[in-house]
C-alpha cells in the first residue's frame, strides 16, 4: 500500500490518537538532554510531532521548539495541548516541502515518525538544518515478547481471517532479536557514530482501549470498513472470552542518536 496513503491515515482520528497513543519513558527524555546538551532555550525542530505526545516533555523542559506536522487536524491538537508554552510553534506542512528557516536547530528529534519521511531526504534536510555539532535524535517503538504473549500468539487468527495479506505468527520478537541500526546515518557522511539508548516497558489495555488503539494504527486504518469492523470484533472477542477483558503489551522504546560533522 502507496506509504503516503498511510501516513495521512492518521489524521483522520486525531482525538483517539491523542487518547489512545502511548506515550514516551520518562528517562528518555533525561538521556536525550544529557547526550544532546540541552538546555533551557535550546532550540529544537521536531519531525512529525502529531498530537504532540513528545513535544509536551519537552516544552516543559522549557525548550524552543518549531514542530511540522503533515496532518491539520493532528496539528490542531498539538497546537490546542501546547498553548500555554510561547516558545512552541506547530507547522502545518510536510517536512520533505517545508522551507528550513534560517536559523539552525541545536536538535532535531523525530518521535515514531522518523521512517514516514522520504529516505531520499530526511537524513540530508535533517542535516540541513542543524548546526554543526547538533544532534539528530530518533525514536522508534517496537511491540516486543513479554506481557499477555499467549494473546498475541492467539489473536493472529483473527488477523489471517480478515485481513489475507497477513503472515501469522508464532511469537514475537525479544528485545534482544531487534538490532539497533545507523546504517543511513552512517552513509550519509553527514553524521558521526550513532549512539543507542533502549527502554522496555509495558502497558495494560482494557477491551476498549486495546481496540482504540488498533484504531489508530495505518494498517488498520487502510482496511476496508467491513473486514476492519470484523476483524476489531474478533479481537475484542477474544479478549473479553479468554483473557478477563485486559491484555498487557510490552514495548522496546528506543532513542538513536548522532551529532552533525562539522
Keep these: 500500500m502507496d506509504p503516503d496513503r ?33 538546555r533551557a532555550g ?10 504532540g505526545q513528545a513535544t509536551l516533555p519537552l516544552a ?26 510561547p516558545s512552541v510553534e506547530v507547522a502545518t506542512a510536510t517536512f520533505e516541502k517545508w522551507p ?44 516486543v515478547a513479554g506481557g499477555d504473549e499467549r494473546f498475541f500468539v492467539a489473536v493472529q487468527a483473527c488477523y489471517v481471517r ?28 553527514r553524521f558521526g557514530r550513532a549512539r543507542f539508548r533502549r527502554y522496555e516497558w509495558e502497558a495494560t489495555y482494557s477491551t476498549a482501549e486495546y481496540l482504540d488503539l488498533l484504531r489508530t494504527y495505518s494498517g488498520h486504518r487502510a482496511l476496508e470498513p467491513p473486514a476492519r469492523e470484523g476483524l476489531l470484533d474478533c479481537i475484542g472477542q477474544l479478549i473479553e472470552a479468554d483473557f478477563g477483558g485486559r491484555v498487557t503489551k510490552r514495548y522496546l522504546t528506543e ?7 562539522s
Excluded: M
Aim: aromatic letters at 6%.
Design 6 to 38: 498511510l501516513r495521512r491515515t492518521f489524521d483522520q482520528a486525531a482525538e483517539l490518537y491523542d487518547r489512545a497513543r502511548p506515550g514516551y519513558p520518562a528517562e528518555l527524555f533525561e538521556d536525550l538532554a544529557t547526550e544532546a546538551g540541552l
Design 42 to 51: 535550546s532550540r529544537i525542530l521536531e519531525i512529525g510531532c502529531g498530537t
Design 60 to 85: 516543559e523542559r522549557g525548550y524552543e521548539i518549531v514542530c511540522v506536522e503533515l496532518g491539520a487536524e493532528l496539528a490542531a491538537v498539538a497546537r490546542r495541548k501546547l498553548a500555554r508554552f
Design 100 to 143: 528550513l528557516p534560517p536559523r539552525a536547530f541545536d536538535t532535531v528529534v523525530s518521535a515514531t515518525a522518523f521512517h514516514w519521511i522520504d529516505a531520499g531526504i530526511r537524513v540530508t534536510k535533517a542535516a540541513d538544518a542543524l548546526k554543526h555539532g547538533g544532534a539528530l535524535a530518533t525514536i522508534s517503538t517496537h511491540h
Design 162 to 189: 480478515w485481513d489475507p495479506s497477513t503472515t501469522a505468527v508464532s511469537r514475537l520478537p525479544r528485545a534482544d532479536d531487534i538490532a539497533s541500526n545507523s546504517d543511513e546515518l552512517d552513509q550519509s557522511g
Design 255 to 261: 532513542l538513536r542518536i548522532a551529532a552533525r560533522r
